[in-house]
């Protein structure tokens, strides 16, 4: 059982990973023995992760930068690179959605959920995936998608779209890279406990009459350990998927309806 997942001596780049589902993903590559280098806006909270891994004896490091930006990427990537000699497993978990009915949504607004849901991953694993060839290193890298990418999103119509765009280019990505021995999946959560969006009673009494099969929120450690498990040589055989950790929801085909009140 030594070496489980095959991680032991890997190293990892986390972008967004100062908190949530990126902080729980750190210590599970952490523990199955892989260095990380965090990647978060607000490198304190990247630097308070570290704090974390510190009893499982790995390399980590932080780092922080702009990844909308094509030469912000191709640096963070780069810096990511040089702290630990080389990245093998990539994994994106930025990302937010605008709040707003179609109608009344602004075209900046849109313009910027689609650049921080969809085209800075398409920045950060191209990057990515230029490293690893010129290194002629296999890799894995994951990607967060969500439950709004595979059915309508009302009132989050931007971010739906770009995580439907996201699942679309994590196949368009699997295919292009894996005569490189890289291979692309995606993790798709559906309402999941996190800082930002705490499990409270108003939630947990939504989720519960919600239809949603196992009646509850998913934590950021159970989306943490799907993306553990496709990054390891667990799911070796792999890629462009779009792994559902929801609950239940999709297989249920629950439809949001427009005027429906969300939890807080």
């Not at 607004?109 to 490293?131: C, I, Q, T």
């Not at 990505?173 to 705490?198: C, D, H, K, L, Y």
């Amino acid at each position: 059982m030594k070496d489980f997942f095959g991680l032991s001596g890997k190293n990892a780049f986390l972008v967004g990973g100062g908190a949530g589902i990126g902080q729980k993903t750190a210590i599970r590559l952490a523990q199955a023995g892989c260095n990380v280098v965090i990647g978060d806006v607000l490198v304190d909270q990247a630097r308070g992760v570290e704090e974390h891994l510190a009893p499982y004896g790995v390399r980590t490091g932080s780092i922080s930068g702009d990844v909308t930006d094509p030469a912000g990427a191709a640096a963070l990537v780069r810096e990511a690179d040089d702290l630990l000699g080389g990245i093998d497993v990539l994994v994106t978990i930025v990302g937010k959605p605008t709040f707003a009915p179609l109608i009344e949504l602004e075209v900046d607004e849109w313009d910027f959920d689609l650049s921080l849901n969809l085209r800075y991953v398409f920045l950060v694993g191209r990057e990515m995936a230029k490293s690893m060839i010129a290194r002629s290193c296999p890799g894995a890298m994951t990607f967060v998608t969500s439950i709004s990418g595979m059915q309508s999103a009302p009132k989050h119509a931007a971010y739906g779209a770009a995580k439907a765009g996201l699942i679309h280019l994590v196949g368009s990505m699997a295919v292009e890279w894996a005569q490189q021995g890289i291979r692309v999946n995606s993790v798709g959560p559906g309402s999941t406990v996190t800082p930002r969006n705490p499990d409270t009673p108003k939630r947990q009494a939504y989720m519960a009459k919600s239809g949603v099969p196992l009646g509850r929120s998913g934590d950021a450690d159970e989306i943490a350990k799907a993306i553990l498990f496709l990054s390891s040589k667990m799911g070796s055989y792999i890629t462009g998927q779009n792994l559902m950790v929801d609950g239940g929801w999709s297989a249920a085909n629950l439809i949001v309806r427009p005027g429906a009140n969300a939890p807080d």
